[in-house]
């Protein structure tokens, strides 16, 4: 079994800056695309950016030129600078994975969520 591990949430006054990362718990296995959801209250979780082992990236048109992903992928690590943050980007930061355990397809799995807000 897999965990993926958040850490880097916090509190920061809009304008602010603020750098998740996510960690998988064992790096056996093949990890294909990672990225980052979010979901505000009473919203629906959303995708705000994704990145693939190869390093192509996708960005919510909402984040874009403010938010960064980028992955170290022989620590299994995803991360997200974000830049310029919005009281609109209030929300849980969910972290999410496609990985190979040894089926010819890709489990899903989700972090545990790391609370992000933005003060205006």
């Known amino acids: 079994q897999v965990q993926l591990v958040e850490s880097g949430g916090g509190f920061v006054q809009a304008g602010g800056s603020l750098r998740l990362s996510c960690a998988a718990s064992?790096?056996?296995?093949?990890?294909?695309?990672m990225g980052w959801y979010r979901q505000a209250p009473g919203k629906q979780r959303e995708l705000v950016s994704n990145?693939?082992?190869?390093?192509?990236?996708n960005y919510a048109d909402s984040v874009k030129g403010r938010f960064t992903i980028s992955r170290n992928n022989a620590r299994e690590t995803v991360y997200l600078q974000m830049d310029s943050l919005k009281p609109d980007d209030t929300g849980v930061y969910y972290c999410?994975?496609?990985?190979?355990?040894?089926?010819?397809?890709?489990?899903?799995?989700w972090g545990q969520g790391t609370q992000v807000t933005v003060s205006s």
């Open positions: 999410n994975a496609d990985i190979y355990t040894g089926r010819p397809i890709p489990d899903n799995y």
């Open positions: 990145i693939t082992r190869g390093g192509s990236t």
């Open positions: 064992r790096s056996m296995f093949t990890i294909e695309t």
